[in-house]
T-cell receptor, first 113, second 113 residues
Framework: DAGITQSPRYKITETGRQVTLMCHQT?????MFWYRQDLGHGLRLIYY???????DKGEVPDGYVVSRSKTENFPLTLESATRSQTSVYFC????????????FGPGTRLTVT | AQSVTQPDIHITVSEGASLELRCNYS??????LFWYVQSPGQGLQLLLK??????LVQGIKGFEAEFKRSQSSFNLRKPSVHWSDAAEYFC???????????FGTGTSLTVIP
């Protein structure tokens, strides 16, 4: 039972470059989420998706783009990376809707130089 | 607005001692309540959840939590802490009204031998 996988686990990129973080779940959960975790800010929701082709903004969406063409995949793209986007990114899924429990992936540590 | 508070930023306990981590929430109705654990370099793992019914909830790894409506609390407990329990612990609240989900800021647990 793979659950949620994220790739890459570590990424270093330069300012201005586009980078895509991948997220794949094997549970067929309807909802998927992207969070970033930073010291002093805790976990902040970037985007979420209620189903394939349905996405919506979270608390900190600026500079990020998401898509969800298939239920199992939810990639997050930084269109032009900035140093402020250096963070640990977590993908999560839920079968319980927006108020239900999240199941998290292992995270991607992104450094923007 | 709904919120969740973890009053203790950091707690140190001796191995074998009992543990209680505090969580308070603000919400008009009965929320969905969760505890997560995050080991260094890992994603968040769901320890236990409360939706309704018995107010004492058993989770994984020997943890339990008790929902106290009168105190708006959902404290996490473990009778005997192991060195492997050293981690960051997050309380979370889900609310059907407004489809909201909030994480607390976390409590860091250190276990000393």
């Amino acid at each position: 039972d793979a659950g949620i996988t994220q790739s890459p686990r570590y990424k270093i990129t330069e300012t201005g470059r586009q980078v895509t973080l991948m997220c794949h779940q094997t549970w067929s959960h309807s909802y998927m989420f992207w969070y970033r975790q930073d010291l002093g800010h805790g976990l902040r929701l970037i985007y979420y998706s209620a189903a394939a082709d349905i996405t919506d903004k979270g608390e900190v969406p600026d500079g990020y783009v998401v898509s969800r063409s298939k239920t199992e995949n939810f990639p997050l793209t930084l269109e032009s990376a900035t140093r402020s986007q250096t963070s640990v990114y977590f993908c999560a899924s839920s079968e319980g809707g927006l108020a239900g429990e999240r199941y998290f992936g292992p995270g991607t540590r992104l450094t923007v130089t | 607005a709904q919120s969740v508070t973890q009053p203790d930023i950091h707690i140190t306990v001796s191995e074998g001692a009992s543990l209680e981590l505090r969580c308070n929430y603000s919400y008009g109705a009965t929320p969905y309540l969760f505890w997560y654990v995050q080991s260094p370099g890992q994603g968040l793992q769901l320890l236990l959840k409360y939706f309704s019914g018995d107010t004492l909830v058993q989770g994984i790894k020997g943890f339990e939590a008790e929902f106290k409506r009168s105190q708006s609390s959902f404290n996490l407990r473990k009778p005997s802490v192991h060195w492997s329990d050293a981690a960051e612990y997050f309380c979370a609240v889900g609310a059907d009204t407004g489809n909201q989900f909030y994480f607390g800021t976390g409590t860091s647990l250190t276990v000393i031998p």
